[in-house]
Every structure is written in structure tokens, then in C-alpha cells.
């Protein structure tokens, strides 16, 4: 599976984003989808996470509420859309294919990850 991220971009606080991971591969429907962030001189860090069927979620403690992440499995895109940005959301964002099968929440469990994409959210 290759992942492609995209919809990154420079938006004031309290916008909205769309990110987008296109998946190539016929097993992207099988696996939990998950979505992680680094900023610069910062660990990457969890942010959501998303299984096969779209049924259950899972989100860091600082983007629930804000967050919400999706799949469309047809289109083999999973999203995940960024309302009430604020400045510490500010990182580039990375879609991964889970693949071991630890805890959703570490970045260890997953591979294939994308090129990430850009998101700046100013004060």
C-alpha cells in the first residue's frame, strides 16, 4: 500500500482543514488507518486513528472534539477534517497503515507512511 497526504495549507486560528490520504493497493479496506503529527523539534505524536470499517475512532486528547476522522474505502481515501485549528496544531501531518497489532496510538505499529503534508495555522 502507498499513501499519499494532501491537503495541508496555511489557515488562521479557528479554521477549518481537510486532509485527504489516498491509498493505492486492493488491501487498504482491510487495515486500521491511522493519522500522525510532527512538529518542528517535536516527537511524532498519535492524532487519529481509524478502522477497516469506519465503526470506530480513536483521537488524541488534544484534537477530540475537533477532529474527526473518516474513510471512504471505494476511493480507498481516508480524511480527516481539522475544525477549530489552533496555532499548536501547526505540523506536518503523516496517514500510516497499521500493521502490527499493538496499541493504535503508537506510530511503532504502523508502516507505509506518506510524505506528509503541511498544515500552519496562525495566531
Known amino acids: 500500500v502507498q499513501l499519499q497526504a494532501s491537503g495541508g495549507g496555511l489557515v488562521q486560528a479557528g479554521g477549518s482543514l481537510r486532509l485527504s490520504c489516498a491509498a493505492s493497493g486492493r488491501t487498504f479496506s482491510s487495515y486500521i488507518m491511522g493519522w500522525f503529527r510532527q512538529a518542528p523539534g517535536k516527537a511524532r505524536e498519535f492524532v487519529s486513528a481509524i478502522n477497516w470499517s469506519g465503526s470506530s475512532t480513536y483521537y488524541a486528547d488534544s484534537v477530540k472534539g475537533r477532529f474527526t476522522c473518516s474513510r471512504d474505502n471505494i476511493q480507498n481515501t481516508v480524511y480527516l477534517q481539522m475544525n477549530s485549528l489552533k496555532p499548536e496544531d501547526t505540523a506536518v501531518y503523516y496517514c500510516?497503515?497499521?500493521?502490527?497489532?499493538?496499541?493504535?496510538?503508537?506510530?511503532?505499529?504502523?508502516?507505509?507512511w506518506g510524505q506528509g503534508t503541511q498544515v500552519t495555522v496562525s495566531s
Open positions: 500510516a497503515v497499521r500493521r502490527y497489532s499493538g496499541s493504535v496510538y503508537l506510530d511503532t505499529q504502523y508502516t507505509n
